[in-house]
């Protein structure tokens, strides 16, 4: 079993920066990869961006590569989503999950454990 709390949310301006955070515990161990993504209002839930827990490999969705940087830090149990030049098609729920079996980066059902997510909204 493996927890994962969202923080960092909030309110930005277009073109603004944000640094979400992610807390993972439990059996961190059995992690391969730790996930970032999102779901605007009447969509579905997208990749953003996942880093591989040992080889630190980022991997990146084309509408965040260039902005959006997933970093980790093994030690604090912790993953990062630097977000810069955020625009209003960056607005919705942030979520983290941990993947703990093979599969797809991109895909929603190779992670198997998720947060409650946070909410960025990106004014104009």
């Known amino acids: 079993q493996v927890t994962v709390v969202e923080s960092g949310g909030g309110l930005v301006q277009a073109g603004d920066a944000l640094k979400l955070s992610c807390a993972y515990s439990g059996r961190t161990d059995s992690t391969f990869a730790m996930g970032w993504f999102r779901q605007a209002p009447g969509k579905i839930r997208m990749f953003v961006g996942a880093?591989?827990?040992?080889?630190?490999?980022?991997y990146y969705a084309a509408a965040v590569k260039g902005r959006f940087t997933v970093s980790s830090d093994n030690a604090k149990n912790t993953m990062y989503l630097q977000m810069n030049s955020l625009t209003e098609e960056d607005t919705a729920i942030y979520y983290c999950?941990?993947?703990?079996?093979?599969?797809?980066?991109?895909?929603?059902?190779?992670?198997?454990?998720w947060g409650q997510g946070t909410q960025v909204t990106v004014s104009s």
């Open positions: 880093i591989d827990r040992d080889s630190r490999n980022t």
């Open positions: 999950a941990a993947k703990v079996k093979s599969g797809s980066y991109w895909n929603t059902a190779s992670y198997d454990y």
